[in-house]
């Protein structure tokens, strides 16, 4: 991808790399947040919505991408109800505070998975490294790992296809399988990965796989930083006095 044809893709953060920088900030800023404050976290659905003004990704594909994902954090946070201690009351009956901590951690995730979607989907992650002047070993291996996920799923899907084949067609993996099935999918991995590194120094690769030229970082760039980190401090300075 071209200068020219970034510059042309470009939205509101002309950067990829402050981009990228932007969303990290972003995450650890609702990551601090404490596990009762769902409320405070609401005024910093602007990062994600403002994403997604300028973004080509439909509502849709936004929520499955979300949705995907939130079993996850789902079960993170699933006994909390049950473990905390504390108690309010709502309409004459009493909750436990663990079920605002659950919806606390429900709520961070989907601001930060939102936002880290609409972000990878607008820019070149490598060049957003390069951008940043990381060693370019590092950028390599973060290059390497984020295009061939979709291989290792692919692998996962196809042992559990092959699974319920032959244990006739059972939704689940046993418990009792697992251990073999995890050990037979690290033995794919490796042999696949062997392979696929194969592919590649037969096609010339050299242990330098990322060959983007980001262009410098502007005054303009540092200020649109700057000017989202420290609106994402204040909303957290007035959650913090509001909780």
Request: proline content about 2%; charged content about 15%; aromatic content about 14%.
């Amino acid at each position: 991808m071209s200068i020219d044809q970034s510059e042309e893709s470009a939205t509101y953060i002309q950067h990829n790399s402050i981009r990228l920088l932007t969303t990290v900030f972003f995450s650890a800023v609702v990551i601090s947040f404490g596990k009762y404050a769902v409320m405070s976290l609401i005024p910093l659905t602007i990062y994600p919505i403002v994403l997604f003004g300028y973004s080509k990704i439909s509502l849709k594909e936004l929520t499955k991408r979300v949705l995907w994902l939130e079993p996850i954090f789902i079960g993170i946070g699933i006994l909390n109800p049950f473990f905390d201690k504390h108690h309010f009351l709502l309409l004459g009956l009493s909750f436990s505070y663990g079920w605002i901590s659950l919806l606390t951690i429900v709520f961070k995730s989907v601001l930060i998975i939102s936002a880290t979607y609409l972000m990878a989907s607008e820019i070149i992650i490598e060049e957003a490294l390069m951008g940043l002047h990381l060693p370019l070993l590092f950028v390599t291996q973060i290059s390497l790992t984020y295009h061939y996920i979709a291989v290792l799923l692919n692998e996962i899907k196809n042992m559990e296809l092959a699974y319920k084949l032959r244990s006739g067609l059972n939704h689940k993996i046993s418990i009792f399988h697992l251990g073999s099935f995890l050990g037979s999918l690290l033995l794919r991995t490796l042999d696949k990965a062997e392979r696929i590194h194969q592919a590649m120094l037969l096609r010339g690769f050299e242990g330098n796989g990322v060959h983007y030229v980001s262009r410098k970082i502007t005054y303009k760039d540092v200020g649109l930083f700057l000017g989202w980190s420290m609106g994402f401090v204040i909303l957290k300075a007035i959650g913090i006095w509001v909780w």
